[in-house]
Structures are given as C-alpha cells and as structure tokens.
C-alpha cells in the first residue's frame, strides 16, 4: 500500500458500511486522515475500528439539511486544519411503480443523493480550492441510462452527473478537480436491502444484473485514484465502473 495521501485530509460521507466504508479505509490505509460522516453512528464506530490508530473520526449526521452539509464540512475543517479531498459516497434507493411512488419518497431520495452534494460542495469547495484539492461524488449507471422502477434514484444520479460535469467547467480555472464514479451493482447493505414491488417486470432487469455485482473495494480503488495527483489531469468527468453495463 501506498502513502499517496499522507498529510492529506478527506470527508467521506456515507463511510458507516459498504462503499463509503471501503472508501474511507483505503483512504485512511494510504496515509489521510478521513474524516466519517453518516447517520449511523453505530456503523461509523465499526469502520474506525478498521482503519489505522487516530486515522478516522466519526461524525454522525443526517445530510438532507444544509445546515447539516455545512456543519459536517466545518467539522471537518477543524479536526483535520483543512481539506483535500471530499467524497461524496452516501446515498439512498427505493423502487417503486413510478404511478404508486409517493411524493415523500421522492423528495427523500432528491434530498440524500442530490441537494446534500450540492451543498457539501458550496461548503467545501473555498477550502478544497485553497488546498488545490478535489470533489469526487458517487453516481451510479442510472446515471448514464434508463433503469425500471427507479425513477426518482435515476432522476437524482442524472442530476448528479451534470452537478458534477457543471461545477467542473464553473471551477476549471481553480485550482480544484470535481469528477465521478458511476457504478454498476455492488454488494452492499442498501442493495442487499432492496425491496422490490410486487408485480414488476423482471425481464427490465435483466440487463442491469447480468454484468455481476462488484465489491465495493473495486469502486473505492476508482475513487481514490482520481482523488490522488496520479489523475491531476481528469476533470469534469464520469467514470464508469460497471464491468460494461453502461456500455451496450
């Protein structure tokens, strides 16, 4: 393992289990000091117990009020004396027959995976620029194309495809880099949790699981190398890691 962020410090939020988890202790393994935020406390206590000595510290909140995104960035500023790289990772998915979904739901799922980065970002992005630092947010291949049932997760990784793609053209000339992952399926506890209505149609499916479900270390891996000065040259853009989903 490298040290590649050494001296570094990262926000990474959903980091109480899956993705944001394997995000967070690779980080924390090649030298950062990362900074946890999700609403799991519990969870949050796990991963540091995985990362090395005084590597991580926990901040549990609930990211769908901006005064929580501005809280958590200010945080951690001042436990880590500034920040290098934020890593939006959170994020929440129900399905639903998009004529049964209910307005809650979606304005819920707008709220974690849309309007939360959005304002992470405005909080952040004075200090990541000072620091010559980064934003790397967490899409998925719904983000890239039409999926079944998922109206309003789609509609909130689309948006976050192009709140990406426009905060990196607004900010192309800082010094700051803001792109992101799409993946495909992973193994995860919110997928595993998925619950699907009855009566969908499985042969829509189909072609989004046939490509497999990838670990969530094989995403971090992704994440961490565009937030690493090996990338110093990607911005602005969406990387697939979808064994090809997106692709066809």
């Not at 945080?75 to 998915?93: E, P, R």
């Not at 200090?127 to 983000?143: P, Q, T």
């Not at 803001?178 to 992973?186: C, K, L, Q, R, S």
Request: proline share 4%; hydrophobic share 50%.
């Amino acid at each position: 393992m490298t040290a590649r962020f050494a001296g570094k410090r990262a926000l990474v939020t959903g980091a109480a289990a899956g993705l944001g988890r394997a995000t967070a202790v690779r980080f924390a393994a090649e030298g950062a000091r990362v900074f946890g935020v999700d609403v799991d406390a519990a969870g949050l206590s796990e991963t540091r117990a995985l990362c090395p000595d005084d590597a991580f510290s926990a901040h549990a909140a609930d990211l769908r009020s901006t005064t929580a995104c501005r809280a958590a960035v200010a945080a951690a500023v001042a436990s880590g004396g500034g920040l290098d790289v934020l890593c939006n990772v959170a994020g929440i998915n129900r399905l639903h027959h998009f004529l049964d979904m209910p307005e809650e739901e979606w304005n819920l799922i707008l709220a974690v995976n849309l309007s939360a980065v959005a304002f992470l970002c405005q909080a952040a992005l004075p200090h990541l620029i000072e620091r010559r630092g980064c934003i790397v947010n967490v899409g998925s291949v719904a983000s890239l194309k039409g999926q079944p049932y998922t109206a309003a997760y789609s509609a909130s990784k689309g948006g976050l495809a192009l709140l990406t793609r426009s905060l990196a053209v607004e900010f192309v000339d800082a010094s700051v880099r803001i792109n992101m992952v799409a993946p495909g399926g992973m193994e995860t506890p919110m997928n595993q949790k998925l619950q699907f209505p009855a009566g969908i149609d499985w042969q829509k499916l189909t072609p989004l699981i046939r490509y497999g479900m990838a670990a969530p270390e094989e995403v971090a891996d992704v994440i961490v190398f565009l937030a690493s000065d090996e990338a110093a040259r990607v911005n602005g853009a969406i990387w697939s890691v979808d064994g090809g989903a997106s692709a066809g």
